[in-house]
């Protein structure tokens, strides 16, 4: 009886490390929201309820949410990073773009788990433009640090190549799982996509427009991971979302190693 214990132990230890280093499933957003003003809707009306109960059915664990404002007059001075986490029940990081006004304006990071370090990094713009940033956090999953950032590029196509340009050059040596996500103001066969696509694959569906929200015919929202890891997208979604805001959500899996 003694001679097959430690078999049966030996197994019961590789099995369990098997456990430990399963797939881990990561649901994805990233949203546009037009600082929760729906654009069929007087400017004045800003609806963060319809916001959060988007992200909560979708259940994602880690979400960007771009155009946030906080403290501003135009949508009741309302700090809506922290009412967002609130509605949600998830923890959050605001990473700045510009002051306006009497408050700031940018992009925020909701995540399930908590967070164990932020970054916020001004993006570079060689024309005069709205500044940017990007915003990233960084988790712990199965004793692996992942790393999740969000950006808004610039409308102007240089400072969007000088910015997917700092992206790269931020990321381009990370063995940590990278993801990044963002209102990224370039459709697929731009230079901007392309430049990212060098360290990253693109999560994509064929017609995976999300923009306008009502008969979309563009795709400027997307979904990244960097190479070198063991990963599968799963369950790309471009949502049907047609009140809340001027883009469309797009929602992603992501089976990592």
Known sequence: MKNHIFPYFILSILCCSSFGLAAQQLKILTYNIHHANPPSENETVINLDT????IKRTHADLVGLQEIDVNLDRSQNIDQAKKLAELTGMHYFFSKGINLDAGEYGTVILSKYPIVKTERLELPSPIASEKRSLGIIHIKLNG???KFANTHLDLKN???L???AFIIDKFK???ELVILVGDLNAEPEEEPIRNLEQIFTRS???NGFTIPEVDP???IDYIMVNKGNQFKFKNHHV???TYASDHRPVYVEINAQ
């Open 162 to 164: 000088a910015q997917t």
């Open 51 to 54: 916001i959060a109960a988007i």
């Open 144 to 146: 692996r640090t992942i």
């Open 173 to 175: 040596n990370d063995q």
């Open 204 to 206: 994509q569906i064929k």
């Open 239 to 241: 949502l049907s979302e």
């Open 158 to 160: 240089e400072n969007r």
């Open 217 to 219: 015919d563009r795709e």
